[in-house]
Nanobody, 134 residues
Framework: QVQLVESGGGSVQAGGSLRLSCAVSRYTSYSVGSSSTCMAWFRQAPGKEREGVATIRGDGSTTYADSVKGRFTISQVNANGTLYLQMNSLQPEDTAMYYC???????????????????????WGQGTQVTVSS
């Protein structure tokens, strides 16, 4: 059974930084043609839908939500699948529960931050809270 465990959340002031981590059990790296392992970060603020923040494919390519481009960086240790999200220049609107997600094989078009992309992922962590104060 695949398990994902997030850590690194906390409370910071606007302009600050946090680094989230996600440990993955039973991770298998795969990349053939335009299909590969896919991991992602999502977030959900109170009263809002869960939205994609960033994805990373098996070949290392990444996609980001427009709202975080230039401020957040997704990365991964391929050997064990550990996933990171470096968040800089945090703003109050970044306040949310952050979740990591994993799917063994997705086409690149599905491993992309688009509306409803959460439906493409079969494995989820429990989340870590990020709170940014002004």
């Amino acid at each position: 059974q695949v398990q994902l465990v997030e850590s690194g959340g906390g409370s910071v002031q606007a302009g600050g930084s946090l680094r989230l981590s996600c440990a993955v059990s039973r991770y298998t790296s795969y990349s053939v043609g335009s299909s590969s392992t896919c991991m992602a970060w999502f977030r959900q603020a109170p009263g809002k839908e869960r939205e994609g923040v960033a994805t990373i494919r098996g070949d290392g390519s990444t996609t980001y939500a427009d709202s975080v481009k230039g401020r957040f960086t997704i990365s991964q240790v391929n050997a064990n699948g550990t996933l990171y999200l470096q968040m800089n220049s945090l703003q109050p609107e970044d306040t949310a529960m952050y979740y990591c997600a994993y799917h063994p094989v997705l086409t690149w078009s599905r491993c992309t931050v688009v509306p409803d992309s959460r439906r493409n992922f079969g494995y989820w962590g429990q989340g870590t809270q990020v709170t940014v104060s002004s």
